[in-house]
C-alpha cells in the first residue's frame, strides 16, 4: 500500500521543548516546600536550556571573577574564560579595578592567549597582542600600532579593549556581561549584615584549587547550598561536627540565599564556655560570640558560592561551560596575620587537605548525579526540609523566567 510523508510540523520544536520546560520549572516553584520536588532532568542536561540561561540569566547577572587579594598591585591581572568571553580582571592603577575582554580590536586575537604560553594570574605593564604587537594599557585603550601611528584611530587612541561593567563586592571583584543588571549593593544589600563582620576586602587567598566538572553549575549550587548531604556524602567529615538535623535557611532573600550550619551541641557548649572550636588559622577581628557557633553557606545568585567559618572563607569560581561541563576553582581567605604563625605551613597543608577531601565528595556526587539526570529511568523525587535552598533556587529560576516572557511579550505588542 502507498504511504504519504506526514507533513512536516511547522514549529520550531527546540523552542516548543524550552517553553515547556519553563513552565515545568515555574510550576515546580509554585508549590509550597511540603510539596517540593526536584527539577526535571532537562533543567540539568538540555543545551538549548542552558544556552538560554547562558543568555539570560548567566550574562545578564553578576558573577564573581576575582578575589581583590589578588589584584593588590597595579598590573595584577586574573585572566579566565567566562560564557565565551576571554577576560582580564586588572588593577589599572588610578583607573582602579576593570573587567577587560582580552579581544584585540584589530582583528579579534586573544592578547594574552594561554595557548600562548600566558599564565592565568601574574602582573603585567600593558597588553602586547602577539599578533601584530598592538599595545594597550592597563587602562584598555591602544597605546600604538606598527606602522599605523598616523591611523586616525590609533593617533586619537579612539581603540580600546572592551570594557564589561564589573563591581567590587565584599572583596570580590563582579561582572555583568549585559552591562544592565540592578547595582550589586541593591541586590545583595540584603548580605551586608552577615557578611560585612569579615572584612573580606582584607582577607588574603591561601588556596586556589581548579576542577574540570562533568556536571551541570546549578548541580554545584544546590549541593553546595543544601544541608541535607551532611548526613551522606560527608557523614564522616561534616556530620559529627555540622550535624545535618539542625541546619536551617533563612527567609526567602530575591537574589541570595543564607543556609546556618550549626555546630554539633557538644562543640557550641565548649564555644559558650569560652573554647572557641574549629579554628586552625586566627579567627577574623571583630566576630560576634553567635559568629563562632556555626558555619554558613551563602549564594548571591546566580552563582557566587561562599562557605564562611570564624577563621576562613571558601569562595568558589564557577566557570559553566555547556549543559553538562563546567570548570571551577575553590579558593580559601583567611585573615593576612595567620600567615604569621609559627605553625602555619603545617596548618595550611591539613586545611588545603580538608579543602579537596570535602569538595572530592562533593564532585563524586554531583559527577553521578548529572548522569543519573541523564537516564530515561529519572524522576525528579521530593525534597526534604533542609533542601530549601533548591525550593529557593528554583523560585529564583522562576523569576527569570518570568521576567524574561514578560519582557519578551513587551516587546511582541511594540
Ligand atoms: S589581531 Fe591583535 S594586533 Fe592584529
Ligand atoms: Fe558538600
Redesign the pocket.
Known amino acids: 500500500m502507498a504511504t504519504t510523508a506526514l507533513p512536516t510540523l511547522a514549529i520550531d520544536s527546540s523552542q516548543h521543548n524550552l517553553d515547556s520546560l519553563h513552565r515545568a520549572i515555574c510550576s515546580a516553584a509554585q508549590k509550597p516546600l511540603a510539596e517540593a520536588r526536584a527539577l526535571p532532568a532537562a533543567a540539568f542536561t538540555d543545551p538549548s536550556h542552558f544556552a538560554w540561561e547562558r543568555e539570560h540569566i548567566l550574562r545578564r547577572q553578576w558573577l564573581s571573577v576575582a578575589h581583590v587579594s589578588q589584584l593588590q598591585y597595579t598590573g595584577d591581572f586574573v585572566n579566565l574564560e567566562l560564557l565565551g568571553e576571554r577576560i582580564s580582571v586588572v588593577n589599572s592603577g588610578d583607573g582602579g579595578i576593570k573587567v577587560l575582554s582580552r579581544v584585540c580590536a584589530h582583528r579579534g586575537m586573544d592578547v594574552m592567549p594561554p595557548e600562548f604560553g600566558h599564565q592565568e594570574q601574574g602582573n603585567c605593564t600593558q597588553y602586547r597582542c602577539p599578533y601584530h604587537h598592538w599595545v594597550y594599557g592597563l587602562d584598555g585603550n591602544v597605546k600604538g600600532a606598527p606602522f599605523m601611528k598616523e591611523h586616525p584611530e590609533i593617533a586619537e587612541k579612539s581603540l580600546r579593549l572592551h570594557e564589561f561593567t564589573s563591581a567590587v563586592w565584599q572583596g570580590f571583584v563582579l561582572v555583568n556581561f549585559s552591562g544592565d543588571a540592578a547595582p550589586v549593593t541593591t541586590l545583595f544589600a540584603g548580605l551586608d549584615s552577615y557578611l560585612q563582620r569579615w572584612r573580606m576586602e582584607e582577607l588574603t587567598m591561601v588556596a586556589d584549587i581548579g576542577w574540570d566538572c562533568p556536571f551541570n553549575w546549578k548541580v554545584l549550587v544546590e549541593?553546595?547550598m543544601e544541608?541535607y548531604?551532611?548526613a551522606g556524602?560527608?557523614h564522616t567529615l561534616?556530620q559529627p561536627i555540622m550535624p545535618a538535623q539542625g541546619c536551617w535557611t533563612d527567609a526567602e532573600g530575591e537574589h541570595f540565599q543564607v543556609c546556618h550550619l550549626p555546630l554539633s551541641e557538644a562543640l557550641q557548649q565548649k564555644v559558650k564556655q569560652g573554647e572557641p572550636q574549629l579554628l586552625s588559622f586566627l579567627p577574623m577581628p571583630g566576630l560576634l560570640q553567635s559568629d563562632f557557633l556555626e558555619w554558613t553557606v551563602y549564594l548571591a545568585a546566580p552563582a557566587t558560592l561562599l562557605f564562611v567559618a570564624a577563621d576562613r572563607v571558601y569562595w568558589y569560581r564557577l566557570q559553566p561551560l555547556a549543559a553538562d561541563r563546567m570548570h571551577i576553582r575553590t579558593t580559601m581567605l583567611v585573615h593576612p596575620d595567620s600567615v604569621a604563625a609559627d605553625n602555619y605551613p603545617q596548618v595550611l597543608a591539613e586545611e588545603i587537605e580538608l579543602m579537596r577531601a570535602?569538595?572530592l565528595?562533593?564532585m563524586e556526587?554531583c559527577s553521578a548525579v548529572q548522569s543519573g539526570l541523564t537516564s530515561a529511568t529519572y524522576r525528579p523525587g521530593p525534597l526534604n526540609a533542609l533542601e530549601q535552598p533548591l525550593w529557593l533556587f528554583q523560585r529564583y529560576l522562576a523569576r527569570q523566567i518570568e521576567q524574561h516572557s514578560l519582557a519578551r511579550s513587551e516587546v511582541a505588542r511594540e
Open positions: 549541593n553546595f544541608p548531604h551532611h556524602a560527608h561534616f570535602f569538595h565528595e562533593d556526587m
